[in-house]
């Protein structure tokens, strides 16, 4: 297995694995034309690609035969917090997104110690993401990680509203050990 970052050639790769991961999820909570537009709008080749490309964006995948099996994306300047945390230089986790067969595999957990080193690395102060209020498996893995609920948001797909909850994780000085990790 390689941890490494994207590239334009994975554009069609973690767009579908993208959509599959959240369709495995997620895709029964929604009318089909509602999240038929997310899916075209959140996971489509030209915005998969239109991140991979932004300087303020890391994408983190971990390929194993050639093939992606999870992926996890960081927004370099969080704009989540506003109102909801005094953190100055936040980053944004989004979509850490395993291979439907592959969970439980830990494939999150390497994943999300990328996401933390790269936090470290890049001086953040807080690490921010949302996560859906019934997603009670998510919110405990973010949990091991010291991430803590600080507000109820919404999440629109379509007409439908999902309550959400943003979560955030303080950086510590101790975190800087991490930074040397935060290289792939």
Known sequence: ?????ATPADTAALADLGRRAVAAKFEHLYKPEDFATFLGQAHSHAKVAAEIADPGMRIAV?????ALIAFCKLVLSSTLSEG????????????????PAR??????KRLMD???AQAAHEGADEVQLTVYSENFDAQRFYHRYGFAKIADIEF????HCDPEFLYARKMTPADGSLAA????
């Open 84 to 99: 909801y945390s005094d953190a100055v230089r936040p980053l944004e986790l989004k979509q850490l997104y395993t291979d």
């Open 62 to 66: 971990i390929e194993e035969d050639g």
């Open 156 to 159: 629109w797909v379509g007409n």
């Open 114 to 116: 990328w996401a933390l």
């Open 103 to 108: 969970i439980g595999g830990g494939l999150g």
């Open 181 to 184: 990790a935060a290289q792939v």
């Open 1 to 5: 297995m390689i941890l490494r970052l």
